[in-house]
């Protein structure tokens, strides 16, 4: 099993940055690929940004130029750096990681709430 917990949430004004954390635990080594996804109420679910073992990411062209997915191995942490938001950011985000072995699966966070409001 694996475990994902994410944090950085918040209010923030329009234009301002926010950092998400989502922190793995268990079985982590079977991981290939992990990613940020958002909702908001009504909507559906979308893919924000991912990341997968060999470092290649892919955005959602809404946030490229303004989002930046990393990680930190040393920390078992994969982080999303958001810059120039907007209120259209607005929705919880979520973090997934991908398994292939013994089956594929996705394990998901609980999700952390972001508004952004003037």
């Known amino acids: 099993q694996v475990q994902l917990v994410e944090s950085g949430g918040g209010l923030v004004q329009p234009g301002g940055s926010l950092r998400l954390s989502c922190i793995g635990s268990g079985n982590i080594y079977s991981i290939y690929a992990m990613g940020w996804y958002r909702q908001a109420p009504g909507k559906q679910r979308e893919l924000v940004a991912a990341?997968?073992?060999?470092?290649?990411?892919d955005y959602a062209d809404s946030v490229k130029g303004r989002f930046t997915i990393s990680r930190d191995n040393a920390k078992n942490t994969v982080y999303l750096q958001m810059n120039s938001l907007k209120p259209e950011d607005t929705a919880v985000y979520f973090c997934?990681?991908?398994?292939?072995?013994?089956?594929?699966?996705?394990?998901w966070g609980q999700g952390t709430q972001v508004t952004v409001s003037s």
């Open positions: 997934n990681a991908k398994r292939a072995f013994p089956t594929p699966y996705t394990y």
């Open positions: 990341i997968n073992n060999g470092g290649s990411t």
